[in-house]
């Protein structure tokens, strides 16, 4: 019996996991600028800092940001 003969374990899937990690927030930031920009809103660059920021810090943090700030918008 080889106890590698299914392969490494994590390879692709920690590959696919790390890219979504990298582009959520990217993308979550993206339209919470353009959002924020088209009604108006003065702090649109840092409702974008922060929702992608915590997005990247801790994943939930950027959940909850992200429900504030379409709690709060007009």
Not at 13 to 42: C, H, K, Q, T
């Amino acid at each position: 019996m080889f106890p590698l003969q299914f392969g490494l374990p994590g390879g692709p899937e920690l590959l696919i996991f790390g890219l979504l990690y990298l582009i959520i927030p990217f993308v979550s930031a993206y339209w919470v600028f353009n959002d924020a920009e088209s009604r108006g809103n003065d702090n649109a660059a840092l409702w974008a800092l922060a929702v992608g920021g915590l997005f990247f810090l801790t994943f939930f943090g950027g959940f909850l940001a992200l429900a504030v700030y379409v709690w709060q918008r007009d």
